[in-house]
């Protein structure tokens, strides 16, 4: 059996490291040891999740996964749901104890599966019911706020069944982001095992790309100039979106898919615009980050 | 015979969402709800004769992306803008706030215009549109109608150039009757339904 070492942290920091592992797997069982881990944030339990999923592909037997030894970690798991969502990925060694309530925490979105239209509309309705509280009292944003992050919320989940043609997982939190920014932040990630940008765009739009055409050409004509495989110019208009009202509220935004990985940056951020030459990845991985208003 | 062939008819867009068979949720989101709801306001005005009026309500609609602002606003409208034998005309209300963005980018995006009420007795033009179809729609909202030109007769006070009436009525943001050639602000013909 092969063993994939869990970083000890794993958030949108660490998963491209994380994700190049995982994609170097053979067909070989493998045992996810995550006994280690001291901290993981929406994109990290997400990120867990996608790879086990890449992991067990073309595999009679899902891979294992060993959960945290830290009580902390696995409570916070469990309030996320990380465990229901789990069982249907990995074999789970025991130690994932109960879902603990999530009511007062700073949950704004429990790990919730995309497969179908039905579940965005769950999403949004959740969202709707418990978003705006925290929105409010953790970002400072206006009540209105939580409109356009449903709105959000459910063009990102639309992302995943309209162009990935298979299944994702979404998840938010707050955080209280102290160090690294001095405000409170909200973390959602978005990810899904599907065919990527650049499996998506290729048959309508590569040819005019040329040699050039790759992961970091799909993603920029769609991240960048709201291309879409489908012909109706309604379309594409999604991520364009989700872009504008981001960069509204001085968050960030970035994509992988494959082998790159582009970003919208505010000015708080130091992460490059662009990355390439990862190691290749199935679907495509969204992570936001919104802070808190100053002042 | 009256000089206004059309009847308005409200549509609430709350109450099509419920009934859509797509939908056991509140919120008008994701593409096939839209096209869903879009398709009942089709169904709604198929029986409406040759040209129609309609007040598109989203008041009662909590969240509305932009997918289905898509379908229920840019498409709707685009299909009518077809050559087709029904003409249609709308008026979107409860275009508050929380939808306007979502209802303002899918119009400019597919270069639409269309008639909204954007906060309690206040009607915009929304969507891609140049100076003068403002200024010209804005005269007309004003005035509530203006007469066809008659020859020899002076021209009607403030009245906007006849070029961009012609404009705003090819764009269905203004109904020009085809008894007395007068051409009606949507908003003034709608009033009786707010």
């Given at each position: 059996m092969k063993v994939v070492s869990v970083p000890g942290s794993l958030d949108q920091q660490t998963v491209d490291g994380f994700f190049d592992e995982v994609s170097r797997l053979d067909a070989e069982r493998t045992l996810f040891d995550a006994r280690h881990v001291r901290w993981v944030d929406p994109n990290g339990m997400v990120a867990l999740l996608v790879a086990g999923a890449v992991a067990g592909r073309g595999s009679e037997e899902r891979p294992r996964l060993e959960p945290p030894e830290s009580a902390d970690v696995t409570g916070y798991l469990a309030r996320m749901g990380f465990f229901e969502q789990a069982q249907e990925v990995f074999e789970v060694s025991k130690r994932s104890g109960r879902r603990p309530s999530a009511g007062g925490s700073?949950?704004?979105?429990e790990i919730t599966r995309i497969a179908?239209?039905?579940?965005?509309?769950?999403?949004?309705?959740?969202?709707?019911?418990?978003?705006?509280?925290?929105?409010s009292s953790r970002l400072g944003y206006p009540?209105?706020?939580?409109?356009?992050?449903?709105?959000i919320l459910s063009e990102v989940c639309q992302n995943i069944l309209e162009h990935s043609e298979s299944e994702g997982w979404v998840a938010a939190q707050a955080y209280n982001w102290a160090r690294r920014l001095g405000r409170y932040v909200v973390v959602i990630s978005v990810m899904d095992v599907g065919r990527g940008f650049r499996g998506s765009l290729g048959d309508q739009h590569s040819a005019r790309y040329g040699d050039r055409w790759?992961?970091?050409?799909?993603l920029e004509a769609a991240f960048l100039h709201g291309l879409t495989r489908f012909p109706d110019s309604g379309r594409g208009q999604g991520i364009q979106q989700m872009r504008r009202q981001v960069q509204r509220w001085n968050g960030s935004i970035s994509v992988r898919s494959g082998t790159a990985r582009i970003a919208q940056v505010p000015s708080w951020d130091d992460s490059p615009p662009m990355v390439e030459h990862l190691a290749p990845f199935p679907g495509a991985q969204i992570g936001i980050v919104l802070p808190a208003k100053e002042g | 015979m009256t000089d206004l062939p059309v009847d308005p008819i409200a549509i609430d867009v709350g109450q099509v969402l419920q009934h859509t068979e797509t939908s056991l949720y509140a919120q008008l989101v994701t593409r096939p709800t839209g096209r869903a709801v879009r398709m009942a306001i089709e169904t709604r005005l198929h029986g409406a004769g040759p040209r129609s009026l309609s007040l598109i309500d989203f008041s009662e609609v909590a969240i509305l992306d932009f997918s289905c602002a898509d379908e229920v606003v840019a498409k709707l409208?685009?299909?009518?803008?077809?050559?087709?034998?029904?003409?249609?005309?709308?008026?979107?209300?409860?275009?508050?706030?929380?939808?306007?963005?979502?209802?303002?980018?899918?119009l400019e995006r597919q270069g639409?215009?269309?008639?909204?009420?954007?906060?309690p007795d206040t009607f915009e033009l929304l969507g891609e549109r140049s100076g003068e179809e403002e200024r010209a729609w804005r005269d007309l909202e004003r005035l509530g109608y203006v007469p066809a030109p008659e020859p020899g007769s002076a021209a009607f006070p403030d009245a906007p150039e006849p070029v961009w009436l012609d404009a705003l009525v090819r764009r269905r943001v203004a109904f020009r009757s085809p008894v007395s050639g007068r051409v009606h602000a949507l908003s003034h013909l709608v009033q009786h339904l707010l």
């Open positions: 700073d949950v704004l979105l179908a239209n039905a579940d965005v509309h769950a999403v949004v309705d959740r969202v709707q019911r418990g978003a705006g509280e925290i929105l009540p209105s706020a939580v409109v356009q992050f449903s709105v790759g992961d970091a050409t799909a | 409208i685009q299909r009518y803008l077809e050559p087709d034998p029904h003409e249609a005309f709308f008026v979107f209300r409860g275009v508050h706030e929380p939808h306007r963005d979502q209802v303002e980018y899918v639409l215009l269309a008639v909204a009420e954007t906060a």
